[in-house]
């Protein structure tokens, strides 16, 4: 349900499994990997953040968010999968994926990713409300019926991706108002333009592997990746300018304005340095863990003042 998430190093060389092999019985975790954890845990977390944000009356309800967010996250993962399976058993970074690797059949990934996004978005419906629900399955759809088979398609794939990405903490929002105001819309821009740099340092760190399965993203369509760093710079740019909102318009303190400026500024310095050609690669990578460092510093300062200094 969003951007990509850490990656291991390419992996070597081997040969794809075939459609007659047979495959070998799933064990557990054969279907937990399927579900993506360490990308799904971000949907999780956002969805979370959103909830938090808003200020609910009652505290009860967050235990639904993570269960209904929880499954819808990992339908979605596990219905991409299923999609790109064809693609994923010619790269080297997704080759060990259950069902390249034999140890889960196409099938039965299918039908656990229905059974997953199904009972995630009754769940919220459920126990939350109609717009919870509803986002979810927003969410599912951008991703799985758009952002996946756009991806060998058109560069435009990364923004229809980060809408999916950004959605999660409206489904928190919607949770705690039974709807989305604007400190929610704020939200959903920060992940938003948060996500540009983040996919387009891994797109340059992989390039290879996305060049190798013909994936027309920026930095394959540009060789020199002069493209998407400018892409990444003005993003990052757009990503501080929006970061700062909720404080101008009355939503946050200075506690949030604090981490906003800090937080922002490094940013902005890695994009700046991903920009500088002779030393991309390393820029590429110092922008990717300024990212992970990043979200998880502007999110929990949100929470933070949002909860604690009553704005």
Same mark, same amino acid.
């Given at each position: 349900?969003?951007?990509?998430?850490?990656?291991?190093?390419?992996?070597?060389?081997?040969?794809?499994?075939?459609?007659?092999?047979?495959?070998?019985?799933?064990?557990?975790?054969?279907?937990?990997?399927?579900?993506?954890?360490?990308?799904?845990?971000?949907?999780?977390?956002?969805?979370?953040?959103?909830?938090?944000?808003?200020?609910?009356?009652?505290?009860?309800?967050?235990?639904?968010?993570?269960?209904?967010?929880?499954?819808?996250?990992?339908?979605?993962?596990?219905?991409?999968?299923?999609?790109?399976?064809?693609?994923?058993?010619?790269?080297?970074?997704?080759?060990?994926?259950?069902?390249?690797?034999?140890?889960?059949?196409?099938?039965? /990934? !299918?039908?656990? #990713?229905?059974? @997953?996004?199904?009972?995630?978005? %009754?769940?919220? $419906?459920?126990?939350?409300?109609?717009? &919870?629900?509803?986002?979810?399955?927003?969410?599912?759809?951008?991703?799985?019926?758009?952002?996946?088979?756009?991806?060998?398609?058109?560069?435009?794939?990364?923004?229809?991706?980060?809408?999916?990405?950004?959605?999660?903490?409206?489904?928190?929002?919607?949770?705690?108002?039974?709807?989305?105001?604007?400190?929610?819309?704020?939200?959903?821009?920060?992940?938003?333009?948060?996500?540009?740099?983040?996919?387009?340092?891994?797109?340059?760190?992989?390039?290879?592997?996305?060049?190798?399965?013909?994936?027309?993203?920026?930095?394959?369509?540009?060789?020199?990746?002069?493209?998407?760093?400018?892409?990444?710079?003005?993003?990052? /740019? !757009?990503?501080? #300018?929006?970061? @700062?909102?909720?404080?101008?318009? %009355?939503?946050? $303190?200075?506690?949030?304005?604090?981490? &906003?400026?800090?937080?922002?500024?490094?940013?902005?310095?890695?994009?700046?340095?991903?920009?500088?050609?002779?030393?991309?690669?390393?820029?590429?990578?110092?922008?990717?863990?300024?990212?992970?460092?990043?979200?998880?510093?502007?999110?929990?300062?949100?929470?933070?003042?949002?909860?604690?200094?009553?704005?």
């Amino acid at each position: 349900m969003t951007g990509p998430a850490v990656n291991s190093p390419p992996k070597p060389e081997r040969e794809a499994v075939s459609s007659d092999r047979p495959f070998p019985k799933a064990g557990l975790a054969g279907y937990w990997e399927l579900t993506k954890p360490r990308l799904s845990l971000l949907s999780v977390i956002t969805a979370l953040v959103g909830y938090l944000a808003a200020r609910p009356e009652t505290f009860f309800p967050v235990l639904h968010v993570f269960v209904g967010t929880s499954l819808a996250a990992g339908g979605a993962a596990v219905l991409n999968q299923w999609m790109e399976r064809a693609t994923d058993a010619r790269m080297s970074r997704t080759r060990d994926r259950p069902i390249p690797a034999g140890t889960v059949t196409p099938g039965r /990934a !299918l039908g656990f #990713g229905l059974m @997953l996004s199904v009972a995630g978005v %009754g769940h919220l $419906g459920y126990w939350l409300n109609g717009p &919870a629900a509803g986002l979810a399955l927003l969410t599912i759809v951008t991703y799985v019926v758009f952002y996946t088979p756009l991806k060998s398609r058109s560069g435009r794939s990364l923004e229809v991706g980060a809408v999916s990405g950004a959605l999660p903490p409206l489904i928190g929002w919607a949770a705690a108002e039974g709807g989305v105001s604007g400190l929610g819309w704020i939200l959903f821009g920060i992940l938003f333009f948060w996500q540009m740099p983040h996919f387009l340092a891994i797109a340059w760190l992989y390039r290879d592997d996305y060049a190798s399965v013909n994936f027309p993203m920026l930095t394959v369509v540009d060789v020199s990746g002069d493209r998407a760093a400018r892409y990444s710079l003005i993003c990052s /740019a !757009l990503l501080a #300018g929006v970061t @700062l909102l909720p404080f101008f318009l %009355g939503w946050t $303190g200075w506690f949030f304005l604090a981490a &906003a400026v800090a937080g922002g500024g490094g940013f902005l310095w890695t994009a700046i340095r991903f920009l500088q050609s002779a030393e991309r690669t390393k820029g590429a990578r110092q922008l990717f863990y300024a990212s992970i460092l990043h979200l998880p510093l502007i999110l929990g300062a949100l929470v933070i003042d949002r909860l604690f200094f009553g704005n």
